[in-house]
C-alpha cells in the first residue's frame, strides 16, 4: 500500500482497512509501504501473498506485478498485461472499440512540439490523462473558455491526454467476482461532476444499491461488464464503471483493477447488498491471489 504515485493517501487508507480486515480474521498480515526499495522490502519481509491495495502509477499498470512475478509471491487483481491495459486509458478504449463494446468517441493529444491542439470532437468533452485515477486531472469542458485550462491541467499528470465526447446519463459501478457481475450502484455526486472530493469526502455523492434500473437495462449493463471483463483480462474483483446513456446503452469509461477499499468504496456497497460484509469481502478477494507465470 501506499506507493509512489499521486493517489498515496487513498492507497494508504485502502491498505490500513485491508489490514484491519485480515487482523479481524485472524490472518497474519502486515503492512508494506511501498517505496523505491520495494524489492528489498520483500527480501526482508518473506510473505505468502500479497493482497494490492495500490493506486496509480507502479501500482495499477503492471509494474509491482511484475516485480511479484520475479519473487513468485501471488497476488491479488489483475496479472501483468491486464493491469497495464486497464490502466492505460488509450489502449483500454482502442481495446473496446476493436470489440464493438460501446465507449464514448474519442481522440488523442500529446504534449510535444508542433502536435494538434484543435479539437474535432463538439463540446461538451471530458478532458483526461491517460494514465491517473481517482479522477485526477480530470476536466469536463462545456464552453470553449474552459478548453486551454483543461489541456494545461491534464497535460501537467500526463504528456499523452484522450479528450471523449462527453455522455449525459447514470453514473454506475458493476463490481465483479470473477465474471459474475455484482449489485450494481448508481453513483449521483451532488456537484454534477464525480470527481476527487466527490469521490473520497463523506456526504457529496448518494449512492443507490442496488442502482433504479429496469430488468433490460440491468442485464445490458451486465453483458458489458462481462464482456469488458475478458477484453481486458480481468481477474479477481475488479470494477467496471460506465454512464448508461439515454437511449439505455452502457458507454463504458473503464476498468479498474484494484477498486477502493474505504469506507465510502463502490465495491464493499455492492458486496454488502449481497450479504458479503466488508471482512468477508477481504478475504475472498486474497483467496484470488495468483501468478501469471509459472517457472
Given at each position: 500500500m501506499g506507493g509512489?504515485?499521486?493517489?498515496?493517501?487513498?492507497?494508504s487508507i485502502t491498505g490500513n482497512c485491508v489490514l484491519e480486515a485480515l487482523k479481524r480474521k485472524g490472518l497474519n498480515a502486515l503492512p508494506i509501504l511501498v517505496d523505491h526499495q520495494i524489492g528489498d522490502t520483500l527480501k526482508s519481509?518473506?510473505?505468502?501473498?500479497?493482497?494490492?491495495a495500490l493506486h496509480g502509477t507502479f501500482g495499477?499498470?503492471?509494474?509491482?506485478q511484475g516485480l511479484l512475478e520475479y519473487y513468485k509471491i501471488p497476488y491479488t487483481g489483475a496479472g501483468v498485461m491486464g493491469s497495464a491495459l486497464a490502466y492505460d486509458k488509450l489502449k483500454s478504449k482502442e481495446i473496446l472499440k476493436f470489440h464493438g463494446i460501446p465507449t464514448a468517441d474519442y481522440e488523442v493529444f500529446y504534449n510535444s512540439p508542433g502536435q494538434k491542439a484543435d479539437?474535432?470532437?463538439?463540446?461538451p468533452v471530458v478532458v483526461k490523462p491517460t494514465n491517473q485515477g481517482s479522477s485526477l486531472g480530470v476536466t469536463i469542458v462545456k464552453e470553449e473558455g474552459q478548453w486551454q485550462a483543461a489541456l494545461k491541467v491534464a497535460f501537467s499528470y500526463s504528456d499523452e491526454i484522450i479528450v471523449e465526447k462527453f455522455i449525459d446519463g447514470k453514473l454506475l459501478a458493476i463490481g465483479m467476482n470473477q465474471m459474475e457481475p455484482m449489485p450494481i450502484v448508481h453513483i449521483r455526486p451532488k456537484s454534477g461532476f464525480y470527481d476527487y472530493e466527490a469521490k473520497y469526502s463523506s456526504g457529496k455523492t448518494e449512492y443507490i444499491c442496488?442502482?433504479?434500473l429496469d430488468e433490460d437495462a440491468v442485464n445490458r449493463c451486465k453483458q458489458v461488464s462481462k464482456q469488458v471483463f475478458l477484453a481486458l483480462k480481468g481477474r479477481g474483483f475488479p470494477?467496471?464503471?460506465v454512464i448508461?446513456?439515454?437511449e439505455g446503452i452502457p458507454q463504458v469509461l473503464e476498468m479498474n483493477t484494484i477498486p477502493g477499499m474505504t469506507p465510502t468504496s463502490l465495491l464493499p456497497m455492492a458486496a454488502k447488498h449481497m450479504g458479503l460484509e466488508f471482512d468477508?469481502?477481504?478475504?475472498?478477494?486474497?483467496?484470488?491471489a495468483q501468478l501469471d507465470y509459472t517457472v
Amino acid at each position: 500500500m501506499g506507493g509512489l504515485s499521486s493517489e498515496q493517501e487513498i492507497s494508504s487508507i485502502t491498505g490500513n482497512c485491508v489490514l484491519e480486515a485480515l487482523k479481524r480474521k485472524g490472518l497474519n498480515a502486515l503492512p508494506i509501504l511501498v517505496d523505491h526499495q520495494i524489492g528489498d522490502t520483500l527480501k526482508s519481509n518473506p510473505i505468502d501473498l500479497a493482497f494490492l491495495a495500490l493506486h496509480g502509477t507502479f501500482g495499477e499498470d503492471g509494474c509491482i506485478q511484475g516485480l511479484l512475478e520475479y519473487y513468485k509471491i501471488p497476488y491479488t487483481g489483475a496479472g501483468v498485461m491486464g493491469s497495464a491495459l486497464a490502466y492505460d486509458k488509450l489502449k483500454s478504449k482502442e481495446i473496446l472499440k476493436f470489440h464493438g463494446i460501446p465507449t464514448a468517441d474519442y481522440e488523442v493529444f500529446y504534449n510535444s512540439p508542433g502536435q494538434k491542439a484543435d479539437r474535432s470532437l463538439d463540446l461538451p468533452v471530458v478532458v483526461k490523462p491517460t494514465n491517473q485515477g481517482s479522477s485526477l486531472g480530470v476536466t469536463i469542458v462545456k464552453e470553449e473558455g474552459q478548453w486551454q485550462a483543461a489541456l494545461k491541467v491534464a497535460f501537467s499528470y500526463s504528456d499523452e491526454i484522450i479528450v471523449e465526447k462527453f455522455i449525459d446519463g447514470k453514473l454506475l459501478a458493476i463490481g465483479m467476482n470473477q465474471m459474475e457481475p455484482m449489485p450494481i450502484v448508481h453513483i449521483r455526486p451532488k456537484s454534477g461532476f464525480y470527481d476527487y472530493e466527490a469521490k473520497y469526502s463523506s456526504g457529496k455523492t448518494e449512492y443507490i444499491c442496488p442502482a433504479e434500473l429496469d430488468e433490460d437495462a440491468v442485464n445490458r449493463c451486465k453483458q458489458v461488464s462481462k464482456q469488458v471483463f475478458l477484453a481486458l483480462k480481468g481477474r479477481g474483483f475488479p470494477r467496471v464503471d460506465v454512464i448508461l446513456d439515454h437511449e439505455g446503452i452502457p458507454q463504458v469509461l473503464e476498468m479498474n483493477t484494484i477498486p477502493g477499499m474505504t469506507p465510502t468504496s463502490l465495491l464493499p456497497m455492492a458486496a454488502k447488498h449481497m450479504g458479503l460484509e466488508f471482512d468477508d469481502l477481504v478475504v475472498e478477494i486474497l483467496k484470488t491471489a495468483q501468478l501469471d507465470y509459472t517457472v
